[in-house]
C-alpha cells in the first residue's frame, strides 16, 4: 500500500470541489438545514478537522477532552461529541433508561424490564426532516403524548408520567406550535418531582447554558448548524446521565459513531463562538439582507422586510411575501429560483401561505449580488406561470420533489429536488 502523502490540490484546488465531485453548485439559503450541508464550517473548525485527519488517537481521551471543552463553554458537568443531534437524542433517551449498566446497554431496543417510556408535548412532535418520534422509537422506547397539538396543560403532563417514565422530552424549535405549550421551567419541575429525567432538544438554538441552569439533565445541540463545525452533535449535562448516554456508543449508537474529525471540529467551534461578538456578527448577517430588500423595493406584488429568528436566536432573515392579489405565487418564485443556474435554496416552510425566507448564514463569497440578480428574474418568470392560488401552487411543488426523491439516485444535473 502506497505510503505517499496525497495531493490536496487534487480536489481542493483548480475549481468547485462540488463540481469535480459530480454535484451541481447550490447557493445556500435556507441558513442551517441539514439536506443543504448545515452551515459553512468556520475555518477553526476546517482547520481542526483537517489536522486531526492524518493522525492516530484514542476516541475516549479525545472524548474525554471534548468533555472538559463543553463543560467549559455550557457549564454543564460533562458532555461529548454524538454523529449529530439526532444521534444525541437517541443516545440520552437509552441512557435514561439503561443507565451504565452494560448488560442493559447490549439488550437495547429490547426494553423488558426497564422503565420505558418518553413524554412528550404533542405541539413538540416536530418533523425536522423525519419525526421527532422516531428518535424515541429507534431506541426501544415508546412514546407518550401529553395534550393536544396546541394546548397542554401541567395537569395532563403530570397525569402522563407513570411508573414506566424514563424520561422526557422537551424541543425548542420554530417547528413547534407556537401556542399552548408547558413553560420550560414548569414542564422541568413537574418532571424532577416525579423523579423524571428531562432531556432538551435545542439542535439550532443559540443558548448554550440557560436550560442547564434552569433544570435541563441534558442539553443536544448541532454542532454544525450556529456553531459552524462539522457535522456533529453537542451533548452536554448531568455527569451520570452524560455517561450514560455516551456508553451507548457500545450499544445501540455505534452505528451512529462520530468520527475523529466531528470531535475536533465541534471542539474548536464550541471555543470560537463562546468568543464571538455576537452582536458584530448580527449586523454582518443583516447586510445581505437590506441589499435584497433593498433590490425588491417597489416591485409590484411582493413585500419583504426582516425577520427576527422565532426562537429568539441572535440573527435576522429576509422574509418575502408575496401578496394576495398577485398574479404568481410563493412557490411560482421559490421553484424559479430553485430550477436556475446555480440553483438558490430558501426556506420553503411557509409557502402555502405565501411567504419564503432568505436566511445569510451559508452565504458564499460573491454570491450575495448574484441572488440580487436571480431574485428579480424569478420573479418576472413567476408572473409568466399559471396561477393556481398559494396552496395549490405549494402543492405542486411539493410533489415535484417528492417524485424526484423518490427517482434517486438518478438525481441531479437538473433533474433533482
Excluded at 16 to 42: E, F, K
Excluded at 49 to 60: E, L, N, P
Excluded at 70 to 91: K, Q
Amino acid at each position: 500500500m502506497s505510503t505517499a502523502t496525497p495531493d490536496p490540490g487534487e480536489w481542493g484546488a483548480g475549481g468547485d470541489i462540488r463540481a469535480r465531485l459530480g454535484a451541481r453548485p447550490v447557493i445556500n439559503l435556507t441558513g442551517t438545514l441539514t439536506g443543504l450541508g448545515g452551515i459553512s464550517a468556520r475555518p477553526e473548525a476546517i482547520a481542526a478537522a483537517a489536522a486531526i485527519m492524518g493522525k492516530g488517537v484514542d476516541i475516549a481521551e479525545l472524548q474525554a477532552a471534548a468533555s472538559r471543552v463543553i463543560a467549559e463553554v455550557t457549564g454543564a458537568e460533562a458532555g461529548f461529541v454524538s454523529a449529530c443531534s439526532a444521534a444525541g437524542i437517541c443516545m440520552a433517551i437509552a441512557g435514561a433508561m439503561a443507565g451504565d449498566r452494560m448488560a442493559a446497554i447490549e439488550q437495547l431496543p429490547d426494553t423488558t424490564g426497564m422503565r420505558n417510556e418518553v413524554v412528550i408535548q404533542a405541539g413538540h412532535l416536530v418533523n425536522y426532516g423525519h419525526p421527532i418520534a422516531q428518535d424515541i422509537r429507534l431506541t426501544g422506547a415508546r412514546v407518550v403524548v401529553v395534550g393536544a397539538v396546541n394546548s397542554s396543560s401541567e395537569a395532563e403532563l403530570g397525569g402522563a408520567i407513570g411508573p414506566g417514565t424514563a424520561a422526557a422530552l422537551y424541543v425548542v424549535s420554530h417547528h413547534c406550535f407556537p401556542d399552548g405549550q408547558i413553560p420550560f421551567a414548569a414542564f422541568a419541575g413537574i418532571c424532577h418531582d416525579r423523579g423524571v429525567k428531562v432531556i432538551v432538544d435545542l439542535a439550532a438554538e443559540y443558548d448554550l447554558t440557560g436550560f442547564l441552569r434552569e433544570g435541563a439533565d441534558i442539553t443536544i445541540h448541532s454542532a454544525h448548524k450556529f456553531l459552524g463545525g462539522a457535522t456533529a452533535g453537542i451533548v452536554a449535562g448531568r455527569k451520570p446521565l452524560v455517561r450514560a448516554a455516551f456508553l451507548q456508543n457500545f450499544g445501540i449508537a455505534r452505528p451512529m459513531k462520530v468520527g475523529k474529525e466531528g470531535i475536533a471540529a465541534a471542539m474548536a467551534a464550541l471555543r470560537a463562538f463562546a468568543a464571538e461578538d455576537r452582536a458584530a456578527a448580527r449586523a454582518a448577517l443583516r447586510e445581505p439582507l437590506l441589499h435584497w430588500r433593498d433590490a425588491l423595493a417597489g416591485i409590484a406584488g411582493i413585500r419583504a422586510e426582516l425577520d427576527p429568528d422565532p426562537t429568539g436566536n441572535p440573527f435576522d432573515r429576509l422574509r418575502i411575501t408575496v401578496l394576495a392579489d398577485a398574479a404568481f405565487a410563493a412557490a411560482d418564485v421559490v421553484r424559479a429560483l430553485e430550477a436556475g443556474t446555480p440553483p438558490i435554496r430558501v426556506r420553503t416552510h411557509q409557502v402555502g401561505r405565501g411567504s419564503f425566507v432568505l436566511d445569510a448564514r451559508s452565504l458564499g463569497a460573491g454570491e450575495c449580488e448574484i441572488v440580487a440578480g436571480r431574485l428579480l428574474a424569478a420573479l418576472d418568470e413567476a408572473r409568466r406561470s399559471t396561477n393556481r392560488g398559494p396552496t395549490d401552487a405549494a402543492h405542486a411543488w411539493k410533489t415535484e420533489r417528492a417524485e424526484a426523491l423518490r427517482r434517486w439516485p438518478d438525481i441531479g444535473t437538473g433533474s433533482g429536488p
